[in-house]
């Protein structure tokens, strides 16, 4: 076996190759010890280099700190932690002597390490500010109902930790002045927080992390229990020091309960203390920056008590009048103050050195606009029962079980990987999850249930999260649908009020389904306001009717389909139908005023009108859209879909006009076959990337970069994301040639690898949805590399918050599923969008299996998939088409196929 031995002597570090026994190669680096800043681009630089073939690598020597093995603190106080920077870049586990000494060999214990790399979240050290709030997101535990950031309890709002309470589909309207003019946005509440506890020492004030000096701080996300632990060792200006343990769930399995269980130990002394625990119903919404100047009250304060070790909270959304409470037991009695708006309970004890004392706190969260009703007055006087953190850990972790047992992705042969994919898996069933979904009419927010950015508004990201709850939890995506069923009355009026037919959902959707875009848009870069023409988004109905699509096609859900799903696609097509205008000099249909997926164009150069004329990622999806239509005719009977249409007030004529409109959408297309993005895309200006890049770094967001600069996106070919080219993820290509095909176009045979070049090099990628899609399109034309590249960069995007400061404000669930997706469709190979389950496995080079299951109709499909061959068991006799050969699969049998 070969790996890395770095060990820190007195003066030096040593970085050694250690091959079946033998050094076969040394490195050294001085060591300085105030600080480690200087030498660790060196070391990790050689450790990288140093790294091929390596099982893993072993740390020794004394690191200094006093909690764990793996970190290394300086004189300046900062923590390293090493094994975890050193196993990230080599992809390997690395682990301190000390713990691998546990195992009975090294290949034992670099194997039982990289298994726990790929369930856990470690984090060591505490930086206040942006990179906090980033961890914090990251940390959230939560059940689809409730979602907790990952702060300890002792952490309070500031511009440094932001401790959150979110419940799912808690929304409210409130009016701030801007640039003089009053404005309305609705936003994802933060609720009242019973999360906080504090420490008192005799009669001193409480301590916080404000009032500390963090000497220590770590904090682990276990994600195949949703366990959040937290361990701090602070000094208090007396030089009087404490640990403070936290471990915090939310049960999984009940979604109205958390638990939190808190341990104090005083270290070099011995004093009565107290521990203060609330309920703070002062909280506000503070999690975004530049949201901060707008108002952030958002609930009031209805009433609040205490009762022995008991407390409540009942606060009530200010316009939109969601009320909820809040029950609390503690583990030992309390003195219980009433302060404003908050609720203050404390317990005191005599603390000797070195000994721990531990608390529990049980928490009830119930919302009114829950499915089912409930009955806020009868449930404040409901006595409380006693149950403790562990058998609600028990109850949660089972839960979590369950759900990994169906959407767990196993990774062979890149640790980091799979890491990334379970991360991506975890923050999913936190977001939404069949425990809590029936319960619930909310869908998937873009920041899921984890920070305020985008204001806890639903997108179009839906078409990329669906999926993963098709593959694994079609229960759930039926709810997440129904959501959108239960909003479409106004998606018809929106229709209605700009003069078109059917149901135009809106582009950020919240709390009753009207349109939640502003109309104005700060750029941060200028501090100016400009008019935000996004709504115009709206091939969002598109998303809407193709997951409506996709669920039909992979739970052939009859009932779901014939009292929603076609009223929904119906609806939807009729809204398209009366958005295409005939032009008598093309002869041809044009779909005006419109935007595709790239924000970064809204307008035509110099127009002082929103939308553009005849988008190709929304044409082509309207052909798709008219075409399904058509096709609802034989798969559901006359009486059935006649009945619908009726309700949708549907006639032949208007069945022969999509059939008109099918053929005869514009599209424009240039010598080249390239596809214009909308028409007149190509007259606009191109940009000199490389200046760009010189100038500002990231050029990420060059629509702000631009508009900076006293110029417009919208007069240049630069894009936010793919637009034309996000075709190619939803529909496969044959689909889209049948559709150039049935328009009267005609294109070059490579005309996809020239879209592909032609848009990747006018793409900046300033939303994180952008590059996994350009990774499954890289892999569709052969260009393995790339799409590896795309891949890992979508991975990483959250955990390393490769936008710098995004994640501070909640997940991205659009890329973290669609990274999911990706995974399945396009390098495992499953093609769901067929009426015959088919793979075509795409291994990338390093992953020498791919295990998971899936739920086609009813039946459970588990794969194991290796260079060579494709094992599967199907519960139910079915059959699987593998590169286009169909097999047999006997219920409950393994089949082995080489492909
Ligand atoms: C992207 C949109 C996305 C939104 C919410 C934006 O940055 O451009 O496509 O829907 O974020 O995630």
Not at 5 to 34: N, R, Y
Not at 364 to 393: C, G, W
Not at 709 to 723: L, R
Request: hydrophobic share 35%; charged share 25%.
């Amino acid at each position: 076996m070969k790996y890395l031995a770095v060990t820190f002597h007195p003066e030096k570090i040593a970085i050694q190759t250690i091959e079946h026994g033998e050094i076969t190669s040394e490195a050294k680096f001085p060591l300085d010890k105030t600080s480690l800043t200087t030498e660790l681009s060196q070391i990790t630089e050689t450790v990288r280099l140093s790294a091929a073939g390596i099982a893993g690598g072993i740390l020794s020597g004394e690191f200094n700190a006093q909690t764990h093995e793996n970190t290394y603190i300086d004189a300046n106080g900062k923590a390293y932690d090493l094994a975890k920077l050193f196993s990230e870049i080599t992809n390997k586990p690395f682990l301190h002597e000390k713990e691998a000494a546990q195992y009975g060999s090294l290949s034992e214990a670099f194997a039982a390490k990289a298994e726990a790399i790929t369930w856990n979240l470690d984090y060591v050290g505490y930086e206040p500010g942006k990179e906090e709030y980033s961890i914090e997101s990251l940390l959230t535990i939560g059940n689809g109902f409730l979602g907790l950031r990952g702060t300890s309890p002792e952490m309070e709002q500031t511009s440094g930790t932001y401790p959150a309470t979110y419940i799912a589909g808690l929304y409210n309207q409130a009016e701030s002045v801007v640039a003089d003019t009053k404005v309305v946005n609705e936003d994802f509440v933060n609720n009242a927080s019973a999360g906080f506890l504090g420490v008192k020492i005799a009669s001193g004030e409480v301590l916080t992390f404000e009032n500390v000096t963090v000497m220590d701080f770590t904090r682990k996300l276990d994600l195949q229990t949703g366990l959040f632990q937290s361990r701090a060792i602070v000094e208090d200006a007396e030089g009087r020091q404490l640990e403070w343990k936290a471990e915090k769930v939310a049960n999984m399995a009940k979604m109205n309960e958390y638990a939190i269980r808190y341990t104090v130990r005083p270290l070099n002394f011995s004093a009565p203390l107290t521990v203060i625990t609330t309920l703070d119903g002062t909280v506000e919404n503070s999690n975004v920056e530049r949201y901060r100047s707008l108002n952030s009250h958002h609930y009031d304060v209805v009433d609040l008590g205490a009762e022995g070790n008991t407390a409540f909270i009942h606060t009530k959304t200010a316009q939109s009048q969601i009320e909820v409470l809040q029950k609390t037991i503690f583990s030992t009695e309390t003195t219980n103050a009433i302060q404003a708006g908050k609720v203050v309970q404390a317990t005191n004890f005599e603390a000797a050195l070195g000994e721990s004392y531990t608390f529990e706190k049980r928490v009830e969260v119930y919302a009114d606009h829950q499915q089912n009703p409930i009955d806020i007055k009868a449930l404040k006087t409901e006595t409380m029962s006693v149950r403790s953190f562990a058998d609600i850990f028990a109850e949660s972790s089972q839960a979590w079980q369950t759900l990994w047992e169906k959407a767990d992705i196993k990774v062979e042969g890149d640790m980091m990987s799979q890491k990334l994919l379970r991360l991506h898996t975890y923050h999913l069933l936190v977001s939404s999850t069949p425990f809590s979904s029936a319960n619930l009419d909310v869908s998937i927010t873009a920041r899921g249930l984890h920070g305020e950015a985008y204001r806890g508004h639903i997108f179009w990201d839906e078409i990329f999260i669906l999926p993963f709850y098709i593959y694994h939890f079609p229960e759930t995506a039926k709810q997440l649908l129904l959501y959108r069923y239960n909003r479409l009355a106004a998606a018809k009026e929106s229709a209605a009020r700009e003069n078109y037919d059917g149901a135009m959902f809106p582009w950020q959707s919240g709390h009753d389904g009207t349109e939640q875009t502003q109309l104005l848009h700060l750029n941060p870069m200028n501090g100016e306001w400009g008019d935000d023409y996004s709504r115009l988004q709206r091939h969002v109905s598109l998303a809407i009717a193709y997951n409506v699509w996709l669920y039909d096609v992979n739970t052939d859900d009859q009932a779901f389909m014939e009292n929603y799903g076609i009223e929904m696609l119906l609806e939807i097509a009729e809204f398209w139908k009366s958005t295409a205008v005939f032009n008598e000099s093309t002869q041809r249909y044009d779909i005006p005023k419109v935007m595709g997926p790239d924000e970064f164009h809204e307008a035509y150069p110099d127009s002082k009108e929103g939308g553009l004329t005849n988008n190709a990622y929304t044409n082509m999806m309207v052909v798709w859209l008219f075409e399904e239509v058509a096709d609802l005719r034989e798969r559901f009977d006359s009486e059935t879909l006649a009945k619908i249409r009726a309700k949708v007030g549907l006639t032949e004529a208007d069945l022969e006009d999509y059939e008109k409109i099918k053929h005869q959408l514009q599209l424009e297309i240039n010598d080249e076959g390239i596809i214009a993005q909308y028409e007149g895309y190509f007259d606009l200006k191109e940009i000199d990337w490389d200046a760009y890049k010189e100038k500002y770094g990231n050029i990420y967001r060059m629509d702000r970069i631009l508009k900076a600069e006293g110029k417009s996106a919208d007069d240049y070919k630069v894009s936010k994301q793919a637009d034309t080219l996000m075709t190619f993820y939803n529909l496969d290509k044959q689909h889209i040639d049948e559709i150039i095909r049935d328009l009267d176009y005609q294109l070059p045979d490579d005309y996809l690898e020239k879209n592909l070049e032609y848009y990747l090099q006018r793409t900046s990628h300033g939303s994180t949805l952008s590059r996994i899609v350009h990774a499954e399109l890289a892999e569709m034309v052969g260009q393995h590399a790339l799409s590896w590249k795309f891949y890992q960069e979508a991975l990483y995007s959250d955990y390393n918050d490769i936008q710098g400061g995004t994640t501070a404000e909640g997940i991205h669930t659009g890329v973290m599923a669609a990274t999911l997706h990706v995974t399945l469709a396009t390098y495992a190979g499953v093609d769901i969008r067929k009426q015959q389950l088919s793979i075509q496995p795409r291994l990338p080079e390093d992953w020498t299996k791919i295990a998971f299951q899936l739920v086609r109709r009813g039946v459970n499909y588990q794969f194991e998939i290796t260079a060579e061959t494709i094992a599967v068991t199907a519960s139910t006799a079915s059959d699987i088409s593998v590169r286009g050969k169909t097999y047999q699969l006997p219920a409950g049998e393994q089949i082995t196929i080489a492909y």
